[in-house]
């Protein structure tokens, strides 16, 4: 079954992890959503930025909202799983919360730099990297 | 649902076109920097993490400006890091290097942890000052270049221009903003977003807390000479047009923290 993927602002790239996870058969789009750039704030040079890389990605650029037309999509073309990159971003979270009223929604890691306990003590910077150092400095798998 | 062209003969009618679809915005002028996954990779191609290690704090230093690629998720922190080590002999000649990646990855951290928290202070400001005391927005003069103070004035222009600027003129700018005018950082940090190309909540709003000091021990400040050690020829450091930037490390702390030395 074709799987939808939601490629957002935070991670436009064609060989992040989210695509390894909706497997081979996907619809791939992006949300030119007019109502999330202007809360967002961005200027017009960062605007120009996104949508230049958007232009070099297998990804089909959507002029909607994100929820409706992300609903619509998935209906239309009998999608049951949307697959997206994680985000810290709250107001990309807020639509993800959204989604998942309606659809099956998969969130997906980003290769990380370091792999460490998520209690770690981030109090200041060199208590972080006291324990993130050692494996910083090597190169990983990847 | 209306799809969206992807194909323009040339960067000229791209640039339009996202015009057309943003009539929100007034401005309609792109940057000299561009998009894409290929720009991305040249970039990463022209690295030099050794040189980095030895300038990065010069404003002509070989720093990446690998910013705005890693902020929209097209390199990982991970391939960077991989790219550098695979140009040295021992990771540590470029430890520096990779030092300032992890930044990035600790204040993502910190974000991941608390999202909703982004624009709130973290700890109380170190500077004598209670946040009540700072101004809430930005003035004018420093939105549009015209502080009056000329380096200052010219790094703010570069932003306006370019939507980028080096790690220490930032430093510079957010100082001025939050100790010389006494404004709150979420104001500068509110106007870096908006220009920045590679503005992104946690680098910007952590960074600005830790000049203001709500996140690190103590303010950020810079003076005249600091700037002269660091600027190249085109940046106009003359006595007279940067005055208030011309004075010892001792005499701007009293004067812009006059209380510290008072409080408990
Ligand atoms: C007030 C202020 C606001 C800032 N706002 C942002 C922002 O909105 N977005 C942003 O990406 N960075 C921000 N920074 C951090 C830093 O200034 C930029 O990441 C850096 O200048 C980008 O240029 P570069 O790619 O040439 O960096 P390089 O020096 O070549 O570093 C390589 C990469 O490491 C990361 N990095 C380097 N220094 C830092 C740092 N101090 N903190 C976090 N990451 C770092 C960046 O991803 C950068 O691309 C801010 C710093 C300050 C002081």
Redesign the pocket.
């Known amino acids: 079954m074709t799987a939808l993927v939601w490629l957002h602002e935070d991670a436009l790239r064609h060989d992040h992890p989210v695509y390894t996870a909706a497997g081979e058969d996907v619809i791939s789009c992006f949300f030119w959503d007019e109502d999330y750039l202007q809360k967002m704030d961005y200027g017009f040079k960062r605007l120009v930025f996104i949508y230049e890389t958007l232009c070099e990605l297998p990804v089909t650029i959507i002029h909607d909202s994100t929820v409706e037309g992300l609903i619509r999509l998935a209906e239309n073309q009998s999608c049951e799983t949307i697959y997206i990159p994680a985000t810290p971003n709250p107001l990309l979270q807020e639509i993800i919360v959204e989604l998942e009223h309606r659809l099956l929604v998969v969130i997906v890691e980003d290769t990380p730099f370091v792999s460490l306990t998520k209690d770690l003590d981030m109090k200041r910077f060199f208590r972080y990297w006291n324990k993130a150092k050692k494996l910083a400095m090597q190169p990983s798998d990847s | 649902m209306i799809e969206l062209e992807k194909i323009f003969t040339n960067r000229k009618l791209l640039v339009k076109h996202v015009s057309e679809i943003s009539p929100w915005l007034q401005d309609s002028n792109a940057s000299s920097i561009t998009g894409g996954i290929s720009q991305a990779e040249r970039q990463l191609q022209d690295i030099d993490p050794i040189e ?1 290690c030895r300038t ?1 704090n010069f404003l002509n230093g070989k ?5 705005p690629y ?2 929209h998720g097209m390199l990982t922190l991970d391939r ?1 890091r991989n790219e550098a080590l695979s140009l040295c002999k021992d990771p540590q000649q470029i430890e520096k ?1 990779i030092q ?2 992890a ?2 990855d600790y ?1 993502q951290r910190i974000y991941q942890r608390h999202p909703t928290h982004i624009w709130d202070d973290i700890e109380s400001y170190k500077t004598g000052f209670q946040a009540d005391e700072y101004e809430d927005e930005l003035s004018a003069d420093i939105a549009t270049a015209n502080t009056g103070v000329a380096c200052i004035d010219q790094f703010i222009e570069t932003l306006l221009r370019t939507g980028y ?3 220490h003129t ?2 510079y700018v ?1 100082a001025y903003i939050v100790h010389w005018r006494r404004i709150k950082w979420q104001a500068g940090a509110k106007w ?2 908006h220009h ?1 190309i ?3 909540p946690a ?2 709003n952590f ?2 807390q ?2 203001a000091s709500t996140f690190s021990n103590k303010p950020y400040i810079f003076n005249l000479d600091n700037v002269r050690k660091y600027a190249h020829a085109e940046i106009n450091t003359n006595s007279s047009e940067n005055a208030v930037l011309d004075a010892s490390y001792e005499i701007l702390t009293l004067n812009l923290f006059p209380n510290k030395g008072t409080e408990q």
């Open positions: 980095y990065r720093v990446t400006k690998l910013s890693i902020r960077v290097f300032e990646l930044w990035r204040w600027m080096h790690n930032r430093m957010a870096f977003l920045l590679d503005g992104d680098s910007n960074s600005w830790w000049v």
